[in-house]
């Protein structure tokens, strides 16, 4: 209430000033806090990806980026390479499914984490836990295939509710097989 | 089709209030009316394109290249914050007409989650300009759309021989639970 | 007025408004009317799905009124289960339901429908939208894998797991559709019949055609509904197939899935329905619509159920500008 | 046949007395007459307590010209002039005259006129002077109907000889046994008016009068119309609209799409004062119901009791729970049995338990039979909730609240046996009560 | 480090730039408002919800000083403190009036009042007023609908079984609704304090008024003869008290002894109530 | 002592800024299916409210009220990315469960609503005590809101199962849906309840 007739008060530069300033302390605030948490943040983030990456292949022991796959990552042991894990993404049920896909050399699903989804809890996010997981875990893109037949051992079994998730899961991870299995040449 | 895909996506299938919970607070303040509903459709929906092309463009030029992205927030709320407090003395001023009409909604808009998340959510997902103009229009019709149905039904519930304690908001919110339980027709319909 | 009523009323002339005379119809005739016009599909049902069906149907209607009774008692309103509004309401909700459903969840299903979509916005006459709907898409929600089994007993003891005409459709295609009855002709008798999978009062469409002819004939409901209703998704199945433009099963499709059940049951719920007759065929084009949207592009293979709640929201836009005409209005 | 929309079909109960003759009810012993028996400014006593009066004499009258003058209709003593019971109004001023059994004429009445001879204004006056008011009910002077502002130019007259109400048949009796006082009242009327084209609707339920009327108007430019029987055909708007074509705009009367409609007994007494010179003192009543012994047509007296009326007719038959004053869906409802006929009174009903609903009300359930109802094309369900709330502005302003004519056809319909005509009339009256207010603060 | 020094430039231009444009515009496009929509404002949460039913606090501010119906006591979040101060920033809060309370002054319950028929409409005082006026005989009389119970804002008002409202004197504001949707005004308002209470609203004359009802006041005067201090007078045919001569100088009812009809009777405090009781 | 106590106690019930104000309604449902999130917002906003009613108590007297809000604005701002910063350092799985509602704690009303009508016009201990029970308040309604969801929706409570192993928990209350009628009773309950304290109060 105290400025509306201090004419004063009001001019121009002083309003903006006031702005000004705060934003500047505002500015001072966040940039020591960023100071200090930076280096934890960065860390913690480097950490994060490699703790996912390890229990996604569990027998690495180093993971080493690939050379022009932004996001591949090569799992070594021992120097061998024993595994890629790389990115995919999909079309679910309620938007796209980001994964985190680990393959084998041998082009075998060797596991995968599901970082993003938008699927509907208790149903369609079943698509990243045991038992649905368990079922691609082994397979070859021949065998990576929905069915909704239970006599069907071979490929995979929708989960039931859930056949749109459980089709767009099994191909995000198929997606990232192919790439890889293109990416060393079948080999 | 792309940009109808996501168009209808945010209108309709993903609609910010009933599926994404946002802007919650004008919708259960400003439906009690459909007259008012529509006003405060239209405004949301050009606020939410003008602050999202301003976004961009700040985000895209200067917080990227700088990369300060962990500003975003502070100079996201205060871009708009400022730009509305802008629109709505210009249009005071100049288009009494107009302001009448939904000028005086802009005020209950310059701190509204809605407008300040369809930005973020913008360089979240990496739109282009363009995309980004699309699904704030998306985004505002969608939520125009809501804001009017919502209204209408609690005009015809205001003759309702409704419990005393679920009266006003209690009864709104059953509304628009009944309201998503609806939408969920369009679930799966479209995915992105 | 407590005092003596009975005496003091004695000998007094009543005084009422104009007009002294009504007719003889009432809420709770027009609901029981419906009720026995659900009956030949309902006994159909219990023939043709056995025991499971008979108790889903107790259950949804048990749990319907005593519902309404409670609420009503906590809400000291008059008691008013003996109308058959919410008989009517745990009918349809169990008729819309797989056979096999738990019978907690029907339960469920029926206490919502009374409890939060009926009573909470006041009670018969008050609610917007379609209590059963929203009785069956609370259960979707809530258990969609239960409500997307369907079993079917072959013997009182032999359950096997099947699918539903439209979900064979939707997931292994229309070849497999005909394969599955053997030939297109066979496949209509059958869904006209209601020799078919599906939930457990929606199957057969010739009963419930029945049953609706009887409320049109006796005014309950207006043939523009179904008519309209069927029609348009009919029309809209057909130019829009799935092997170009007109191309699709227009038959097949009009009998499929709830539709039948709900044109003639549902769309014409007066309650939750615009109030003029060209407004409730607006509404009845717009479910229809929305069904086809649904079923040819949504995640679910049906969609009447959504399509008539969808079109519960707009109903009181469309009673807002869709207005009787008003004799010597000014042109 | 054009037909107007909305409408009811009750069951018309017109056996009772369709083929009752019209029968002249015996002199009562006294007679009340309310001093409000019209639309319009109230009359005034010109005669007091212990005056003698003759029949046809003029006993009370106003200045104002929207009023009607009001006639002994006995012979006698005035005893009293006080309030007595009202069957419109529930009570009003009365003067109630002691028969003294002559039944002698006032002076000067009847004459034999040659009402050829007079002009139209001549007319006009005698039917003012005769205290001739709408009889359909209404009770609108009719001097002041014919006299139409010069801006509205009249060119059809129509006869309402519909008779819609169930149960009665006064008008029905009086065309097969009036015609040609009908015939001559139409041919005054036209000639006041100053039109050429007449029409005469009845609903096809009277056959027998259809025919009588086609007869008696053979060779002139009127013309008897057969309407389909759906009640209310005999609304005036309903019938210019099936007639004519013609719309009465909302909120006008028939003189702005130039018309003129009147009532069949009203024709009589306009036949009857040109004519004759005798003031409007007796009218049909048909008096029906389950209630009563003999259900009879009567020609009474004005100011006779509903009691006269019933002794004439053999008394009760069975529990009686409601009298009402016209026909069942427009009529009054009645505390007591003393109160007069009057001019508007057409039919005075005796009903039993079986014959009226203690139906409870319920919520509106939207089921739009009221809306198909509707002869107004309104939204009845609608009304009757925003009355039910207090909602009455919004009632006048959105949902046209002032044109319902309260014809009852939407309650008739309604299976949730809500009172909506009641919560119309409440709604009007709160309108006008706030106006009202609203003039109060302007003038202050 | 050189981050942080770049977050430091950002912000204070943004600051500058926005804190320009906005006070820029401020003087560009400054409008006249009524300094009082301000004030108003300014009392006013601005949380902005809408709950007012106005788009906005500023909204409701405007709505509330420039309009006369628009009470003060809208804003939701704000409650009573914000609806007081914005009561007195317009000059709405109901100025301090002498305090009163309702009195329901008819004691014709069924039974004591003439019954003239039985009512078959909606059950509304003031819809039944327009069938002849109402059931009763008596035309001045409560209808007992409870139309004044329903419209008391407060809930102070019940229906007692006798067929008449009961006013709770601890619940009663004064507010006068009741008075006002009252078709047949039976209810008065009364002084805080009176002593005596008319119990009657029959404006008929001493016969008709007791053929009517038998608790009628027939207006024949004894209690205006019994008043020592002059505080009673007889219009049309009813017993009318000066409350303010009582309040003042009266410390002994005596006027209350000598009616026949006991139309009036002493004010206490929860009378009505004790009336059912006997 | 008393007079802050009643200034902390009116956010908890009488004035509970979602059951209430209805203010800051989008977190109590969008991120309310767990009791963990529920948990880790309510003590966000918690923080963010007393902190910026703090500092806005503090600079009152500075700030020209022509950009009073962009003003408040900024300093909300100011601490919600500070908040942002340290969780993405330190609670990194918790930062990501919140998503972009963490950025909007920014324009949650009952924030800026704070600050002007308390904490502007009041000293700094008042203001603190102010946010202090209007954060409390929020965070008992989001903890009510996540529990019962959590229980009923998913059958267990911070990620324990609860319930009997054969408990087949209905979705819906974990979904948008659920979720609204869910509330719509909970105020229901809050109206209720606060028009029975404020009865025995009188
Ligand atoms: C609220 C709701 C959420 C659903 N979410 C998913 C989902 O996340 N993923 C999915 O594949 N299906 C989901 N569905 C189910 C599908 O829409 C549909 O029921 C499915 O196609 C059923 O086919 P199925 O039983 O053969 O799998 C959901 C259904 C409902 C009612
Ligand atoms: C009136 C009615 C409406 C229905 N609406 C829906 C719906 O909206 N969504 C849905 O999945 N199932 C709905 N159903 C049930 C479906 O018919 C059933 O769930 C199944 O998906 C389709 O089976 P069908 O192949 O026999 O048509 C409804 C059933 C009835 C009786
Ligand atoms: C619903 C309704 C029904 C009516 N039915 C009749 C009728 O059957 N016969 C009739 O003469 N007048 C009827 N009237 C009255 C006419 O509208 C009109 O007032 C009358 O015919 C005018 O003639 P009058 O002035 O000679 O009475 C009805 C009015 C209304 C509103
Ligand atoms: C023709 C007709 C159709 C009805 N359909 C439904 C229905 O689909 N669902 C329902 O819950 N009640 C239905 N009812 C019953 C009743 O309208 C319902 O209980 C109300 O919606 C509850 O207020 C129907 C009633 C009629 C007369
Ligand atoms: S009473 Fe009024 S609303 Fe009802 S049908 Fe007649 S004109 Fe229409
Ligand atoms: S007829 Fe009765 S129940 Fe039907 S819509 Fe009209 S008022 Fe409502
Ligand atoms: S006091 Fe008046 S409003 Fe109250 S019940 Fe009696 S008549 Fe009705
Ligand atoms: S309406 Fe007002 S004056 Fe009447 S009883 Fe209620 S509070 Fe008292
Ligand atoms: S709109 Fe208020 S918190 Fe989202």
Same mark, same amino acid.
């Given at each position: 209430m105290s400025g509306h007739s201090d004419e004063n008060s009001n001019s121009i530069f002083k309003i903006a000033f006031n702005l000004a300033m705060t934003c500047l302390v505002s500015g001072l605030i966040i940039a020591g806090v960023y100071y200090t948490t930076a280096d934890a943040a960065a860390q913690k983030a480097v950490d994060m990806k490699n703790a996912a990456m390890q229990a996604l292949v569990q027998d690495a022991d180093k993971f080493n980026p690939v050379e022009g796959h932004e996001g591949w990552y090569k799992a070594e042991k021992g120097g061998k390479t024993i595994a890629y894990v790389v990115p995919s993404e999909s079309k679910g049920f309620g938007g796209p499914i980001q994964f985190l896909v680990a393959v084998t050399s041998e082009g075998k699903v060797l596991n995968y984490d599901i970082i993003k989804h938008n699927e509907t809890p208790g149903l369609g996010d079943k698509g990243g836990k045991d038992p649905f997981k368990s079922q691609l875990i082994g397979k070859k893109i021949e065998n990576l295939q929905v069915v909704k037949d239970p006599s069907d051992k071979e490929n995979v079994q929708a989960m039931t509710g859930a056949t749109i998730s459980s089709r767009a899961v099994t191909n995000g991870v198929k997606k990232a097989v192919e790439e890889v299995v293109e990416f060393t040449g079948g080999k | 089709m792309e940009y109808l895909t996501l168009f209808i996506s945010a209108v309709i299938v993903n609609n910010f209030v009933l599926t994404r919970f946002l802007g919650l607070c004008i919708f259960f303040g400003v439906s009690k009316n459909v007259n008012?509903?529509?006003?405060?459709?239209?405004?949301?929906?050009?606020?939410?394109?003008?602050?999202?092309?301003?976004?961009?463009?700040?985000?895209?030029?200067?917080?990227?290249?700088?990369?300060?992205?962990?500003?975003?927030?502070?100079?996201f709320v205060l871009l708009i914050a400022s730009f509305v407090q802008l629109l709505e003395m210009i249009i005071k001023k100049h288009a009494p007409a107009l302001y009448n009409m939904w000028g005086v909604y802009l005020l209950l808009i310059a701190t509204n989650c809605v407008v300040l998340s369809v930005p973020l959510l913008n360089v979240e997902?990496?739109?282009?300009?363009?995309?980004?103009?699309?699904?704030?229009i998306g985004s505002g019709a969608g939520f125009g759309v809501a804001l009017v149905l919502m209204a209408s039904l609690r005009e015809k519930l205001r003759l309702a021989d409704v419990p005393k304690p679920l009266e006003g908001l209690g009864v709104a919110f059953i509304l628009a639970g009944m309201l998503a339980l609806s939408f969920l027709g369009f679930s799966g319909m479209i995915s992105l | 007025m407590a005092v003596n009523e009975e005496s003091l009323k004695m000998n007094l002339l009543?005084?009422?408004?104009?007009?002294?005379?009504?007719?003889?119809?009432s809420i709770p005739k027009i609901m029981w009317s419906v009720n026995a016009a659900l009956v030949p599909a309902v006994i159909f049902a219990a023939w043709y799905f056995g025991m499971p069906a008979i108790i889903t149907m107790l259950v949804g209607v048990v749990s319907a009124v005593a519902t309404e009774y409670l609420v009503q008692i906590i809400r000291k309103k008059e008691v008013t289960i003996k109308d058959g509004s919410a008989v009517l309401t745990g009918l349809l909700l169990a008729m819309c339901l797989p056979p096999n459903l738990p019978w907690y969840m029907t339960a469920f299903g029926s206490f919502l429908a009374i409890a939060v979509a009926k009573q909470s916005l006041g009670g018969l006459g008050y609610n917007i939208f379609n209590p059963a709907h929203i009785g069956r898409a609370a259960l979707m929600v809530s258990w969609p894998v239960a409500m997307t089994t369907w079993t079917k007993m072959t013997t009182p003891v032999d359950v096997v797991s099947s699918a539903t005409p439209l979900n064979i459709l939707k997931q292994q295609g229309y070849a497999k559709l005909i394969e599955t009855f053997g030939d297109a002709p066979n496949m209509y008798k059958a869904m006209f019949l209601g020799m078919r999978n599906g939930s457990i009062g929606e199957t057969s469409a010739v009963l419930l055609i029945l049953g609706g002819l009887f409320l049109i004939y006796k005014g309950y409901i207006k043939w523009e509904v179904p008519v309209v209703m069927i029609g348009t998704v009919g029309i809209l199945t057909w130019?829009?197939?799935?092997?170009?433009?007109?191309?699709?099963?227009?038959?097949?499709?009009?009998?499929?899935?709830?539709?039948?059940?709900?044109?003639?049951?549902?769309?014409?719920?007066?309650?939750?329905?615009p109030i003029t007759r060209k407004g409730q065929i607006i509404f009845a084009l717009g479910a229809g619509l929305l069904t086809v949207l649904i079923r040819?592009?949504?995640?679910?293979?049906?969609?009447?159920?959504?399509?008539?709640?969808?079109?519960?929201?707009?109903t009181p836009l469309i009673d807002r500008f869709v207005t009787p005409k008003k004799f010597g209005a000014r042109r | 046949m054009k037909s107007f929309h909305g409408g009811v079909h009750p069951d018309d109960s017109k056996k009772y007395t369709a083929a009752k003759p019209i029968e002249t009810a015996p002199l009562p012993a006294k007679v009340i007459i309310p001093l409000r028996q019209h639309i319009g400014a109230p009359v005034s006593p010109i005669v007091k307590k212990g005056d003698t009066v003759k029949k046809g004499q003029l006993i009370a009258q106003s200045d104002a010209f929207v009023s009607g003058n009001v006639h002994a209709s006995i012979s006698g003593k005035v005893v009293e002039i006080a309030d007595y019971p009202h069957s419109v109004f529930g009570s009003c001023m009365s003067i109630v005259i002691e028969n003294d059994g002559l039944d002698e004429w006032v002076e000067g009445i009847p004459v034999q006129r040659q009402w050829e001879k007079l002009d139209a204004k001549e007319l006009s006056g005698i039917i003012r002077e005769a205290g001739i008011v709408g009889m359909g009910g209404a009770t609108f002077p009719t001097h002041v109907k014919l006299a139409p502002p010069p801006d509205k130019k009249i060119d059809t007259f129509i006869l309402n000889a519909a008779?819609?109400?169930? !149960?009665?048949? +006064?008008?029905?009796?009086?065309?097969?046994?009036?015609? #040609?006082?009908?015939?001559?009242?139409?041919?005054?009327t036209m000639k006041v008016l100053g039109v050429s084209t007449g029409y005469v609707g009845v609903e096809d339920n009277k056959p027998d009068a259809v025919k009588a009327l086609q007869n008696a108007f053979n060779g002139t430019q009127v013309k008897v119309m057969a309407l389909p029987t759906k009640y209310p055909q005999g609304a005036e708007k309903m019938l210019i609209k099936v007639l004519t074509g013609r719309e009465v705009p909302s909120g006008g009367l028939p003189m702005d799409v130039g018309t003129v409609v009147q009532n069949v007994g009203t024709v009589v007494a306009i036949s009857d004062a040109a004519t004759k010179g005798i003031p409007l003192i007796e009218r049909v009543v048909t008096v029906s119901g389950s209630a009563v012994k003999e259900p009879k047509n009567l020609?009474?007296?004005?100011?006779?009791? !509903?009691?006269? +009326?019933?002794?004439?007719?053999?008394?009760?038959?069975? #529990?009686?729970?409601k009298i009402i004053n016209g026909g069942p869906m427009m009529g009054f409802a009645q505390s007591t049995m003393d109160v007069p006929v009057i001019k508007g009174t057409s039919g005075i009903l005796f009903l039993s338990k079986k014959d009226v609903n203690y139906d409870k009300e319920s919520a509106c359930i939207h089921c739009g039979r009221c809306v198909e109802a509707c002869p107004m094309g309104l939204n009845p369900s609608m009304l009757s909730v925003l009355g039910e709330?207090?909602?009455?502005?919004?009632?006048?302003?959105?949902?046209?609240?002032?044109?319902?004519?309260e014809c009852g056809s939407c309650v008739y319909v309604c299976p949730a046996k809500r009172k909506i005509v009641q919560y119309i009339r409440y709604a009007k009256a709160q309108n006008a009560i706030q106006a009202q207010k609203e003039q109060a603060k302007v003038a202050v | 480090m050189q981050i942080a020094l770049m977050v430091l430039v950002v912000m204070l231009l943004t600051g500058v730039v926005f804190g320009l444009i906005l006070a820029f515009a401020n003087k560009k496009f400054a409008i006249e408002v009524n300094p009082l929509i301000h004030l108003v404002e300014d009392a006013l949460p601005k949380g902005q919800c809408g709950a007012c039913g106005y788009a906005g606090c500023m909204a409701y501010a405007e709505a509330v000083v420039l309009n006369a119906d628009v009470p003060p006591n809208l804003c939701v979040p704000g409650k009573a403190p914000v609806a007081k101060i914005v009561g007195e920033l317009t000059g709405k809060a109901a100025a301090e009036i002498e305090p009163r309370i309702a009195h329901v002054r008819c004691s014709g319950s069924p039974g004591i009042a003439v019954i003239k028929y039985q009512y078959g409409g909606i059950e509304d005082c003031a819809a039944a007023n327009l069938l002849q006026g109402g059931q009763k005989n008596c035309q001045y009389g409560c209808l007992g609908f409870g139309t004044c119970v329903k419209n008391c804002p407060f809930g102070a008002m019940t229906m007692l079984p006798s067929g008449l409202p009961y006013v709770d004197p601890e619940k009663c504001t004064g507010c006068g609704k009741c008075e006002s949707v009252c078709p047949k005004g039976v209810i008065q308002m009364l002084l805080i304090g009176a002593k005596v209470s008319v119990n009657c609203n029959s404006k008929d004359k001493g016969a008709v008024a007791k053929k009517n009802c038998s608790a009628a006041c027939l207006g024949c005067g004894l209690c205006k003869k019994n008043c020592e201090h002059d505080a009673i007078k007889i219009q049309n045919s009813l017993a009318v008290v000066d409350h303010k001569i009582c309040i003042e100088k009266c410390d002994n009812p005596t006027c209350i002894a000598k009616c026949p009809t006991k139309a009036i009777e002493a004010v206490v405090k929860g009378s009505a109530a004790e009336k059912v009781a006997v | 002592m008393k007079e802050l106590w009643s200034i902390f106690n009116k956010g908890l019930i009488l004035e509970n800024p979602i059951f209430v104000l209805a203010l800051s309604l989008c977190p109590a449902l969008a991120v309310t299916s767990s009791v963990i999130v529920s948990l880790t917002m309510g003590l966000t906003v918690m923080f963010v409210i007393t902190a910026n009613n703090t500092v806005v108590s503090i600079v009152r007297n500075l700030v020209n009220p022509k950009v009073r809000v962009p003003v408040y604005i900024v300093s909300i701002a100011t601490i919600v990315t500070v908040a942002q910063l340290v969780l993405q350092a330190y609670l990194p799985d918790l930062y990501k469960a919140l998503g972009i509602y963490l950025a909007l704690v920014v324009v949650f009303a009952i924030i800026l609503a704070r600050a002007e009508v308390f904490a502007s016009k009041n000293g700094v201990i008042r203001s603190f005590f102010d946010g202090l029970g209007m954060g409390t308040g929020f965070l008992i309604a989001m903890l009510i809101i996540g529990a019962i969801r959590e229980i009923i929706g998913s059958g267990t409570f911070l990620g324990i199962q609860v319930m009997p192993a054969s408990y087949n928990a209905p979705l819906m209350l974990v979904l948008p849906a659920g979720a609204f009628i869910l509330i719509g009773y909970l105020v229901a309950g809050c109206k209720m309840l606060v028009q029975h304290i404020e009865k025995s109060k009188a």
């Open positions: - | 008012a509903s529509v006003g405060m459709g239209m405004a949301v929906t050009a606020v939410m394109t003008l602050s999202s092309i301003m976004a961009w463009l700040v985000y895209t030029y200067v917080l990227v290249p700088f990369k300060l992205t962990f500003l975003t927030t502070v100079v997902s990496s739109f282009s300009l363009a995309k980004s103009i699309v699904h704030a | 009543t005084v009422s408004p104009s007009p002294h005379i009504t007719s003889s119809e130019v829009f197939g799935p092997s170009g433009l007109f191309t699709g099963d227009a038959v097949f499709h009009m009998l499929a899935g709830g539709l039948i059940i709900g044109a003639f049951f549902m769309a014409t719920d007066m309650v939750t329905i040819l592009k949504g995640g679910y293979p049906e969609g009447v159920c959504y399509s008539i709640l969808l079109m519960n929201c707009v | 008779e819609c109400e169930p !149960f009665l048949t +006064a008008d029905y009796r009086a065309m097969l046994e009036y015609t #040609e006082r009908i015939v001559t009242g139409v041919k005054i020609l009474m007296r004005v100011g006779s009791t !509903f009691a006269d +009326a019933l002794s004439c007719c053999g008394g009760l038959s069975g #529990e009686l729970v709330r207090q909602l009455y502005v919004e009632a006048k302003e959105e949902y046209d609240l002032l044109d319902c004519m | - | -």
